[in-house]
């Protein structure tokens, strides 16, 4: 199918985006990479009275160290992915990134839309969870941040104001030999996750879980930090029953979403067996270099 | 809605058209430019019989506008073969491995081939990832997969120079 109708408004500046979402307030929508939002227009999903294209803005590019990483809302997965700063300093988003679509949805897709965008099914915004991340956001009368824990309010929805962008991703510091994991179980390469899992474990000097984030996709109306599952692996020396008895921990309290592709009870088991899978390898991952 | 004026250069070719912002690339590639070579099928963004190399990346045409390519370079399987008619080595492997049967899905899967072929040879389950994101629904893909892999032992200008580096790299 064809979208529908639309006025298109070419903003060359961060400024310029604003002001045409304040002016059109309510009736606009912002494109970044497109590589939902015309699958959605084309579907008639959605519609837009006025589409508010950023690709052109330049203030909106780039990945810049600054003990974490910055990284501007329209970088493509493709560049994030490619970028060494990345690897270094967020090696979990490195790896999320590589099971983001295929090449040619990453050539055109951005950070910040994928975020906006907040599909559960997506990597982005569980990385942006398990990394207590934040985005800077912009409106016509300023600049505020939200942290990820506060980004993600319901399916395909978040907590920005129909006049405000996204303009930056913000990650804290990577605790140096931190390790790392993403495990997606999806029918064929480069679709939607069914479910996945991505975990980050530190250890302190005695070897003990000082640090465990463990991140859900696909089994709620959000991406979903396992908090309880955490906090069980705090204190504790890394053990395949750990894993396990964690994996369980993980998803006792979701109640997964059953579709075509599998049972919410299907969808349940799978995302514990992904859990213990990824802790595992986050585990051996501990002390590796990014 | 009004119209807005677009300036492509297309297989080398400056061409200009004036399009409604909701049409895709890809129908613009299409019905204004007339190139027809290149396959629209689901429209969006799942099967990649669209996809075109967009200042020399693969992308999925039918996933921007047109109104967004202003001022881009874009390279479909009207510029594979030489302007004497001499195909391309990736057509050619494709001509030598039976690598298609019905041919809708053909120039999709030459294109991602093409920017593939531009970053050098891939293990046979690498080419198969990356291929991953194009659909067949005659062949199997086993012919594929050994056409882009015959390609890859083809010398292209740019395969030359990647494995020049390669080599170089090695050393």
Redesign the interface.
């Known amino acids: 199918m064809k979208p529908s109708a639309f006025e298109y408004h070419l903003a060359v500046s961060t400024d310029e985006a604003v002001g045409l979402l304040a002016e059109h307030d309510g009736d606009a929508k912002v494109i970044a990479g497109g590589q939902s939002l015309v699958p959605l227009l084309a579907l008639r999903l959605a519609r837009v009275d006025h589409l508010v294209d950023i690709n052109k803005v330049p203030d909106l590019q780039g990945i810049t160290a600054n003990g974490g990483l910055r990284i501007g809302a329209m970088t493509r997965h493709r560049e994030a992915e490619r970028s060494a700063l990345v690897r270094r300093h967020a090696p979990l988003l490195a790896d999320a990134l590589t099971y983001i679509g295929h090449a040619a949805i990453r050539n055109r897709g951005t950070l910040g839309g994928s975020l906006a965008h907040a599909d559960p099914a997506a990597e982005l915004p569980a990385t942006l969870l398990a990394l207590d991340g934040q985005v800077e956001v912009r409106n016509s009368r300023g600049t505020r941040t939200v942290a990820a824990a506060d980004l993600f309010t319901g399916f395909l929805t978040t907590s920005l104001e129909p006049d405000e962008l996204l303009t930056a991703i913000s990650l804290p510091a990577w605790r140096a030999g931190s390790g790392w994991s993403v495990q997606e179980f999806a029918r064929r390469s480069g679709d939607f996750a069914i479910s996945g899992a991505m975990t980050v474990l530190s250890t302190g000097a005695d070897g003990r879980i000082d640090d465990a984030r463990i991140a859900l996709i696909g089994v709620a109306p959000t991406a979903v930090r396992a908090s309880a599952a955490e906090q069980a692996l705090i204190g504790g020396a890394p053990s395949e029953e750990l894993w396990a008895s964690v994996a369980e921990a993980a998803v006792a309290d979701i109640e997964p979403p059953s579709d075509l592709h599998g049972s919410s009870a299907y969808r349940k088991k799978l995302t514990s067996t992904l859990v213990r899978r990824s802790l595992a390898e986050s585990a051996s991952r501990i002390g590796a270099a990014a | 809605?009004?119209r807005?004026p677009v300036h492509v250069k297309i297989n080398g070719v400056e061409r200009e058209g004036y399009v409604?912002?909701?049409k895709?690339l890809v129908?613009f590639i299409r019905e204004d430019l007339e190139l027809t070579g290149t396959h629209v099928g689901c429209?969006?963004?799942v099967c990649?019989a669209c996809?075109v190399l967009?200042d020399g990346?693969?992308?999925?045409s039918?996933?921007?506008?047109a109104?967004?390519a202003e001022g881009c370079e874009i390279r479909t399987i009207e510029g594979m073969a030489g302007p004497d008619g001499q195909l391309h080595p990736l057509q050619e492997a494709f001509r030598d491995n039976h690598s298609f049967q019905c041919g809708f899905c053909t120039p999709g899967f030459m294109m991602?081939a093409a920017?593939l072929l531009e970053e050098g040879p891939l293990s046979e389950e690498d080419l198969?990832?990356?291929l991953?994101?194009n659909l067949c629904r005659c062949t199997g893909y086993q012919s594929i997969v050994a056409g882009v892999m015959d390609a890859f032992g083809r010398s292209t200008p740019a395969a030359g120079q990647a494995a020049d580096a390669a080599t170089e790299a090695a050393r």
Not at chain 2, 57 to 60: K, P, S, Y
Not at chain 2, 62 to 65: I, P
């Open positions: 809605m009004s807005r409604e912002p909701r895709t129908d429209e969006h963004g990649g996809t967009l990346e693969a992308v999925r039918c996933l921007m506008f109104v967004q991602t920017a198969r990832h990356e991953s994101g």
